[in-house]
């Protein structure tokens, strides 16, 4: 599967400092999307490290990334377990960080990852940021928001509306850094050429008023730099009160 891919990271219109990091390798098919919290530079820290800290400890994993291009067998397994591994090694990093240095105390990040093999991908998955794939005009998220409103949505105690509107939308319940251990969404999904991906943080997607209107942004049949630059001025012209991260993806 050959990829291409294309990524901002926009400050937006209100933050003095983007905490929002991306990482992508189209050889490897690596691409990761992390939204950093925390006081002082403490949220760009935990962001920046664990964004890195992911592809380093996969880009040592050459091998079982070779594999998993080619299609060998329980390569779907081996990058899933890699993958979780190197999130869980990433969390503990940045708690112990924030544990060490008092002004980075209690500092975390979202961080989504993005494997691409021969036909599978996978997914590593923790926080608010989001992985939308697209497949023959059919859109489907991929990870779930670990915030407390998403959760309220999925129990029925609360109406997407009303979620949207809840002064609570931004308590996120699980993220690198919060504590020493953390739970790893993971997902392998099929994949076909012509497939595109959008890895963002909710500085973006915030802003989409339903799946349907992230749909037809990212099929349309233009270049990734055109709809990733759409997705950045659509994020601002409606407030832009975050950072805005929009890192797209298409296998060929």
Not at 122 to 149: A, F, K, N, P
Request: hydrophobic share 35%; net charge neutral; glycine share 10%.
């Amino acid at each position: 599967m050959n990829l291409t891919s294309f990524g901002i990271s926009d400050l937006g219109n209100k933050r003095r400092n983007n905490e929002d990091r991306f990482l992508r390798d189209d050889r490897r098919g690596i691409y990761i999307v992390c939204d950093g919290m925390g006081g002082a530079a403490a949220g760009e820290v935990a962001s920046g490290n664990g964004a890195s800290l992911v592809y380093s400890e996969l880009v040592g994993q050459d091998e079982v990334l070779r594999g998993f291009k080619e299609g060998a067998e329980d390569a779907e397994l081996q990058v899933s377990v890699a993958l979780e591994t190197a999130i869980r090694h990433a969390n503990e990093h940045v708690f112990l960080e924030g544990q060490r240095n008092p002004d980075r105390k209690g500092m975390g990040t979202t961080l989504t990852a993005l494997c691409v093999g021969k036909s599978t991908a996978v997914v590593g998955h923790v926080g608010d940021s989001r992985l939308y794939h697209v497949q023959q005009s059919r859109i489907r998220v991929l990870t779930e928001d670990h915030t407390w409103v998403a959760d309220q949505v999925r129990k029925g105690k609360m109406t997407p509306d009303e979620a949207k509107a809840s002064k609570k939308q931004n308590l996120i319940m699980r993220a690198l850094g919060i504590s020493r251990e953390v739970k790893v969404d993971t997902l392998t999904v099929p994949m076909l050429p012509g497939d595109r991906f959008l890895l963002c943080s909710d500085g973006l997607h915030g802003y989409f008023q339903d799946e349907d209107e992230a749909r037809t942004i990212m099929s349309r049949p233009v270049g990734l730099q055109r709809i990733v630059l759409e997705c950045i001025a659509t994020a601002r012209d409606r407030g832009g009160k975050d950072n805005v991260t929009a890192l797209m993806v298409e296998s060929r």
